[in-house]
């Protein structure tokens, strides 16, 4: 049973973690230059077509085979029954290296030569180096009765896949050379440098986004519950602070923010903590993660002074460097508890030397991870010389943006297409003038993409397509059970076992609740994708890369703050109004023992976090400084928000319905939010969007004119649109996550708020529709999403109280409220960029209502998990006034909350900080004035 729970996590990190060659595709597609954007996508195709194939066919069963410690075997032994959860998740391993290794070759080498290496490396190279790590057979694994010394730790098989990949990358930039620029444009100067650099800023971002979701699931991987969640965790500590060490270097050093920089350092972070994590303590994730992005500048830094390795994607210093620095850090940090949990059967002899261990561990680290890196070498080197000298590289010429045309027979984008033709220039230095001046315009100046962009997003559908037939064929799969037959014995005996296996069910159900905040955890996280697109989608074009900024601040830097003191004030203590709890706190000494049954509900807590302060960005986008927001966020996830989650959510808050001391009889009821997350935070941007003043156009032209509202309408509505739908699609498990366990009952309570949250959101969009055709006389797409949302966000407080009968009443009087809010903000002329105030407001102030309104005390009881509540419920089942006074007691307390806390914030910022920008930077946008870079340079 423990197996089967583990095998679900298992295929939950494999299938959603699918999201990976989606999230390489889109940082690789904004990496490189318009026309290398479709032999991108090959690039990835290949990868999950023949290298897919290849790895089941033959690759899995050598890494897997169990009879020598060097020579494997390739029997069908390997890909057992008990085994098959394991493939799932080693095939997003195998791509996450073939995807690494394929980015040193954008732009160079043609799609049928890769396809070929690919094949080969796949087959046995790669097999061998995870067979050797891997297996329980394996000289390198920890598992392995011929280890060498005590073993490689990769659990999650991430160092060895790297490490194989750092080797291919290393062979590849000596053998292949650098990518081809247009005929007369010197290689080392600034038009080269002009025109290799990246192209789509926002794909890059949203691409780093994903593949946070897929290495935080990646990194959890083939270990148990607590262990995977302790992974977790730890991940999410080393995001925030490599995010965080990065933004103060790029601001000593060069003055403003990176984002390629920031989204770099993000990933080593993540890389990191992959091979680190899981065998340390969480108070050690800091600094592995601070010396990785270190290491990261100086080694950058160094390339472009020094050797100039083409390197598109910067593979060796973001992913290979930050990997090895988190294989030494598990030699160093690694304590015997952490190894313990993570290898319960073969606990490697020896801690880290930080604990008092021998160099045994330290040793077996740097030899495992350097055996894989030249072993990957050696191989890719072989192979690369084979085929030149066989049939030929055949390297192509990325100039004139032709590459795309030449090998594809068309481009992703055809403004580069046409542009660069050498003829058409009398001299070499008016071509180079010409093209600097190009490069600098698109810069400087707001680009309206006239041209479609299909090749990216039919990629998009077939990836994520391929993930919902993945789950459709999961859940469509045989899942009839085996039971044994047991031979009669004494009565003793039966008793026995049936003690066993109650023990046994008991410790499952712990798992299944753990293992079921982990999944939710992930699929809300996945909202912050939403919200980037959305808000991305909302502003002007040349202010994307700062909203960027503000969600990689959501979840880096909210995250360091939840860990190190919010999640202690949101549920420790007992105090009514606000806790503390040092064994929660991240500077005590028994942090990982205070955490040790909590997790699971930390992680999941994290996630609801970022939802809150999210939604401030985007009602103040534009106009606040980056340093302004992250002090606000600050505020907001240490104290602020916690604060009113200890008040409704916690055993001892005086809101809260398990409180004794609680105001009247249940309390406020709120399962998933409606106020604690959303009216708070809608009331805090309003709040500060009032204080900072609306946006400032050229000429003095007001924002609230028809003319001021034609310049700042939304410059891209599919990312709008595209963004809704991510945030609905996450949305089911933000509510149906709220349960916190599945056993004992939750999954019903589970179910029925996914279904009300389906009906609602359906009901709410539907009258949406109505309301914009007949009101604007066509079908306006921004208050179309907006009442999605809006059903969204109203639902998520009675979703496991009422009747599915009373979900689509939910649905329908949200768009309502929606407009009444929309409309008093027009009339206060409050510039609210996205909506976030009538949005998260209007839906969480009704909300609340409707749980007053339809209540049913069953279903009260079953939800909370308290037979002593539902004495009082819904005003319209019958209860009476009493619940529906709760909450409106809860309500004008958080709104008073959110209102005085964000006054505070704002006054004591303006002291510290500059709150806005200047105008000149809201004319020009703040991309090109903050960051030096704009979103779209084609």
């Not at 690919?118 to 694994?141: C, D, K, Q, R, V």
């Not at 091979?275 to 601070?290: M, R």
Request: glycine share 10%.
């Amino acid at each position: 049973m423990m197996k089967d729970t583990e095998g679900v996590m298992w295929m939950f990190s494999g299938v959603y973690g699918f999201l990976l060659p989606f999230a390489l595709a889109m940082v690789k597609s904004g990496a490189v230059p318009s026309g290398g954007v479709v032999g991108v996508l090959f690039h990835e195709l290949v990868n999950l077509s023949v290298a897919v194939l290849a790895w089941r066919l033959v690759g899995y069963g050598v890494a897997t085979g169990y009879d020598g410690p060097v020579v494997p075997t390739t029997g069908d032994g390997a890909f057992s029954e008990d085994t098959k959860p394991k493939f799932v998740a080693s095939v997003l391993v195998m791509l996450l290296g073939v995807s690494l290794y394929s980015s040193t070759l954008i732009g160079r080498l043609k799609i049928s030569r890769y396809a070929l290496i690919t094949t080969f490396i796949s087959l046995f190279p790669y097999p061998f180096a995870m067979h050797w790590t891997w297996s329980p057979e394996g000289w390198l694994s920890v598992h392995s009765r011929h280890r060498l010394l005590s073993g490689f730790c990769d659990v999650n098989g991430m160092g060895t896949s790297i490490s194989f990949a750092g080797g291919m990358t290393a062979a590849s930039i000596v053998i292949v050379g650098v990518r081809i620029l247009p005929e007369k444009i010197p290689e080392n100067s600034q038009a080269g440098q002009l025109f290799l650099s990246a192209h789509n800023k926002l794909y890059q971002g949203t691409g780093v986004l994903f593949l946070t979701i897929s290495l935080i699931l990646m990194n959890a991987s083939n270990m148990a519950i607590h262990a995977a969640a302790h992974a977790m965790i730890g991940t999410v500590v080393s995001l925030g602070t490599s995010v965080l060490i990065s933004c103060v270097i790029c601001y000593e050093f060069y003055g403003y923010l990176d984002l390629r920089h920031t989204l770099h350092a993000a990933i080593s972070g993540m890389v990191v903590a992959s091979t680190s994590s899981p065998y340390i303590p969480l108070q050690h994730c800091p600094v592995t993660a601070a010396c990785s992005v270190t290491c990261y500048h100086m080694l950058l830094q160094y390339n472009f002074t020094t050797v100039r390795v083409d390197d598109p994607c910067s593979v060796l210093a973001t992913y290979v460097v930050p990997a090895f620095w988190g294989v030494l850090s598990t030699g160093l940090f690694a304590t015997r508890d952490t190894l313990r949990s993570v290898y319960p059967t073969a606990v490697p002899p020896t801690a880290g030397l930080f604990y008092s261990g021998s160099p045994e561990l330290l040793a077996s680290q740097i030899i495992g991870f350097t055996v894989c890196l030249l072993w990957g070498f050696l191989w890719c080197s072989a192979v690369l010389m084979a085929v030149k000298v066989s049939i030929g590289l055949d390297i192509m010429n990325i100039a004139n943006g032709e590459w795309d045309v030449q090998e594809h027979g068309g481009a992703y984008c055809d403004y580069l297409r046409n542009y660069f033709k050498v003829g058409d220039f009398q001299s070499e230095s008016a071509m180079l003038d010409e093209l600097v001046a190009h490069c600098e315009v698109t810069r400087r100046h707001t680009i309206t993409i006239r041209h479609p962009q299909m090749s990216i997003a039919k990629c998009s559908g077939i990836v994520l397509l391929a993930i919902g037939v993945a789950f459709l064929d999961e859940a469509a799969a045989d899942t009839a059970v085996v039971v044994p037959l047991v031979n009669r014995t004494s009565i003793d005996e039966l008793v026995n076992r049936t003690e066993d296996l109650a023990s046994q069910l008991a410790g499952m159900s712990k798992d299944m609740d753990v293992m079921w905040n982990l999944i939710c955890g992930t699929l809300v996280f996945s909202m912050q994708l939403g919200f980037c697109f959305l808000e991305a989608g909302c502003v002007r074009s040349g202010s994307v890369i700062s909203i960027i900024f503000k969600n990689f601040a959501d979840c880096a830097l909210g995250g360091l703050c939840w860990w190190v003191l919010g999640y202690s004030v949101a549920y420790g203590g007992e105090s009514p109004f606000m806790g503390l709890d040092t064994h929660r706190m991240v500077f005590s000494p028994e942090v990982d023992q205070g955490l040790a049954d909590k997790l699971g509900h930390f992680y999941l807590s994290f996630t609801y976090m970022t939802t809150a302060a999210t939604i401030i960005s985007g009602a103040v986008a534009e106009r606040i400084t980056l340093q302004a927001y992250c002090g606000l966020i600050i505020v907001v996830c240490m104290v602020a928000y916690p604060i009113v989650v200890h008040w409704v959510w916690s055993d001892y808050g005086w809101l809260s319905p398990w409180s004794g001391d609680n105001i009247l009889s249940n309390g406020v009821l709120d399962f998933s939010g409606s106020i604690v997350i959303h009216l708070y935070g809608g009331a805090c941007a309003l709040t500060f969007a009032y204080l900072i003043g609306p946006r400032k156009l050229i000429d003095g032209i007001s924002v609230f004119s028809p003319e001021g509202q034609q310049m700042v309408a939304p410059h891209n509505k599919f990312q709008l649109a595209t963004g809704t739908l991510l945030l609905w699609m996450a949305w089911f498990a933000f509510n149906g996550g709220s349960v916190v366990g599945i056993s004992n009952g939750g999954s019903k309570v589970a179910a029925l708020a996914i279904i009300n949250t389906l009906v609602a959101s359906g009901a709410s969009t539907l009258v949406g529709l109505l309301w914009t055709r007949y009101s604007c006389g066509y079908l306006e797409i921004s208050h179309c999403c907006n009442a999605a949302l809006v059903g969204l966000v109203a639902i998520t407080a009675p979703c496991a109280y009422i009747s599915p009968v009373y979900a689509p009443v939910v649905g329908i009087v949200s768009v309502a409220f929606y407009f009444f809010v929309d409309y008093i903000v027009g009339r206060l002329e409050i510039d609210d960029v996205v909506g976030a105030g009538a949005v998260h407001l209007g839906g969480g102030l009704w909300g609340g209502i409707a749980v007053g309104l339809f209540s049913d005390a069953s279903k009260i009881r079953a939800a909370t998990g308290n037979q002593g509540l539902g004495g009082d419920y819904g005003l319209l089942l019958g209860g009476g006034w009493s619940q529906l006074a709760v909450q409106f007691i809860g309500i004008v307390a958080t709104i008073m909350w959110a209102v005085l806390t964000t006054c505070i914030s704002y006054f004591m910022l303006k002291l510290i900080v500059d709150i806005r920008v200047d105008e000149s930077a809201e004319y020009i946008g703040l991309d090109i004035s903050k960051h030096h870079a704009h979103s779209y340079d084609y």
